[in-house]
């Protein structure tokens, strides 16, 4: 029975069963379920990393057959383990179980053995994630997803914070920073976790856009081509300039609260500013600089938010500012929620792309 035409799924059969809520196991080792997945796999191992790093020593010096049964000795004693780990993932999730590896080889066909005999309906994914990683990247060079409505503004007028309330509404949001771990700025990956691989990025970012149907919109930020490392796709990268774009404003303090907030523990992140800060000297000049480090040393937060807005961000950020815009005021959070609300009706009653003479630059307040 074990690798019978009945026990494998194509890309396409599991992608339709996992949006249905079947279980996706990869049963690769856990430093390439890091680097990259399908969303929404859980991970049950075969190998440990350093199983794994034997078994290929093993393929290499001594040949496949070798390894192969050093393999089975490293399993063997594991197979319960690896059952009793599916079914906890089976609790949350429907049958079959679709096991996946690197494309579709040795470690995915045992444990979807092991899972049959056990009595769990499993099912090898053909290709394995490899096959999955082609098709990611054919989305992104030939697929197609609704409009992408983009908010910008100048550094701290709280567009992070507008999608989040927006999405908590149930307005379809794609947290572009959110994906890639980094607030998008010098400072944008102090206090966050590591930004996650491109692959993986990319992953996830599949899996948001083909959720947009042709006739439908998601909200998004505006973004560089770059977040920290991460980069955006081209096609990407180029829907977000379609649209007229929802320009956020708000007043200077608003701003300074807004970013003041996005740093809660920055007394003890005070070491890590350091760096971002010299790493913008050839633009700010020396002296300035100096200044920049002594607020600081000093924790003259305020002061030092500003300064870098008005001194850095600012001129950065307006050199670029959108000749096809909606203005939406935002002095404080619930006003920028009724006005974006109303410019995103506004913009959602025009085709894509075109943009009435009444809606340049005009005014949501």
């Not at 697929?143 to 908590?168: E, I």
């Amino acid at each position: 029975m074990s690798g019978s035409s009945q026990e494998k799924v194509s890309l396409e059969q599991a992608l339709v069963l996992r949006d249905r809520g079947c279980l996706l196991v990869d049963a690769r080792s856990p430093a390439e379920f890091e680097h990259t997945t399908i969303p929404g796999a859980i991970n049950v191992p075969l190998f440990s990393n350093e199983e794994r790093h034997r078994v290929g020593l093993c393929y290499s010096q001594e040949g496949r057959r070798q390894a192969r049964r050093l393999g089975v000795d490293i399993v063997s004693l594991k197979i319960p383990e690896l059952i009793a780990a599916v079914e906890a993932g089976l609790e949350t999730a429907a049958h079959p179980v679709v096991v996946f590896c690197w494309r579709g080889g040795m470690r995915s066909q045992a444990l979807t053995t092991f899972l049959n005999l056990a009595g769990i309906p499993a099912r090898q994914l053909t290709g394995g994630h490899k096959a999955f990683r082609r098709h990611v990247c054919r989305f992104f060079e030939q697929g197609s997803w609704g409009r992408l409505l983009v908010l910008r503004g100048l550094t701290g007028v709280g567009k992070t914070r507008l999608l989040q309330r927006l999405a908590d509404e149930g307005e379809p949001v794609i947290d572009l920073e959110g994906l890639a771990n980094h607030r998008g700025s010098a400072f944008g990956a102090l206090g966050l976790p590591p930004q996650p691989s491109q692959k993986w990025f990319e992953a996830l970012l599949w899996d948001r856009l083909r959720r947009i149907p042709p006739d439908g919109y998601a909200l998004t930020e505006g973004e560089s081509r770059h977040i920290g490392r991460i980069i955006l796709p081209e096609r990407v990268f180029a829907a977000l300039q379609v649209e007229t774009s929802l320009w956020v404003e708000a007043p200077m303090e608003r701003r300074i609260d807004v970013i003041l907030g996005d740093y809660p523990a920055r007394d003890q992140l005070r070491e890590a500013f350091v760096r971002p800060i010299e790493a913008i000297r050839p633009i700010l000049g020396g002296a300035r600089t100096a200044e920049l480090l002594q607020m600081l040393e000093a924790g003259q937060w305020r002061e030092l938010v500003q300064a870098l807005m008005v001194e850095y961000y600012d001129p950065r950020y307006l050199h670029t500012l959108p000749e096809r815009r909606l203005n939406v005021a935002a002095p404080d959070e619930e006003t920028g929620l009724v006005n974006l609300r109303s410019a995103i009706r506004r913009l959602l009653a025009v085709p894509a792309g075109q943009v009435p003479l009444d809606l340049s630059k005009a005014d949501v307040r």
